[in-house]
């Protein structure tokens, strides 16, 4: 199984038009400072990456995907990729894709635990996701 809080799929801003989330959610997101620069020169070299789009990534990959939980928040900048990359899933993988959308939160909202009920919502419901398909040895 696999959980991912609110992943970073495409380091390109492929997706980037007038109703992507970059544009309606930078003021909102903290995330929002990069406004819409790209993080892939500070991460790979020029030479390029498989990694640098998940948005493009070979079906076959995606088919041998464990079950997967996604979280996000509905004011994340990344918002808008999150949804593609969950209907690449649900298009690909024969496992179950669940994405869970928080309302009025930003990027990796769970960090916020000691301070939002939504982040505690969120881990508790990631650790029950974890529970129900990782077996667990009690002895």
């Keep these: 199984a696999c959980y991912v809080m609110s992943p970073w799929v ?3 801003i492929s997706v980037n038009d007038s109703e992507d989330s970059w544009q309606t959610n930078t003021h909102v997101d ?3 400072f990069a406004g819409g620069n790209s993080p892939y020169p500070m991460i790979f070299d020029e030479g390029g990456h498989w ?6 990534i070979d079906p076959a990959l995606v088919r041998r ?3 997967v939980l996604m979280q996000c928040g509905d004011k994340e900048v990344l918002f808008s990729e999150i ?3 969950r209907d690449l899933f649900q298009q690909h993988n024969e ?4 994405l869970e959308v928080y309302a009025d939160m930003v990027h990796v909202f769970q960090f916020f635990l000691d301070i939002d009920r939504n982040a ?4 508790k419901s990631a650790g029950n ?3 129900r398909r990782i077996p667990v040895d009690d002895a």
């Design 10 to 12: 495409d380091l390109t």
């Design 30 to 32: 903290y995330l929002g």
């Design 51 to 56: 990694l640098e789009n998940l948005l493009t």
């Design 65 to 67: 995907m464990p079950p």
């Design 83 to 85: 949804h593609l990359f």
């Design 95 to 98: 496992t179950d894709c669940h």
């Design 120 to 123: 505690q919502h969120a881990l």
């Design 129 to 131: 996701f974890l529970k």
